[in-house]
């Protein structure tokens, strides 16, 4: 069966940095688009970057671009996402999810463009 496995988050610094994985298996990676989201204590969820199976086309919430990068290993069934200049907002249960296809229909932020989600990694970030 499908399984997503979030991995890297923990406490970081303002200003810091942490790479998170998700490792996933039961389907053709290669095959899908991938997507990290988010959500805050007391928050709603939050989709913070996508990328198409390919690696080609990412995507990214404004409240994390030019911070965040998503990033693919196809041969290692993996999805990155590297977090640099880390934010006390950024904190969060951070996971990833399996497109439907390997690009998103109508936009990367629709919830029915993903058929699986992880459990999640949390970061903290202090100040």
């Known amino acids: 069966q499908v399984q997503l496995v979030e991995s890297g988050g923990g406490l970081a610094q303002l200003g810091g940095s942490l790479r998170l994985s998700c490792a996933a298996s039961?389907?053709?990676?290669?095959?899908?688009?991938m997507s990290w989201a988010r959500q805050a204590p007391g928050k709603g969820p939050e989709w913070v970057s996508g990328?198409?199976?390919?690696?080609?086309?990412?995507y990214y919430a404004d409240s994390v671009k030019g911070r965040f990068t998503i990033s693919r290993d196809n041969a290692k069934n993996t999805v990155y996402l590297q977090m640099n200049s880390l934010k006390p907002e950024d904190t969060a249960l951070y996971y990833c999810a399996k497109g439907k296809r390997y690009k998103y229909g109508s936009s990367w932020v629709v919830p029915g463009e993903y058929d699986y989600w992880g459990q999640g990694t949390k970061v903290t970030v202090s100040s």
């Open positions: 990328i198409y199976s390919d690696g080609n086309d990412t």
């Open positions: 039961g389907f053709t990676f290669s095959s899908y688009a």
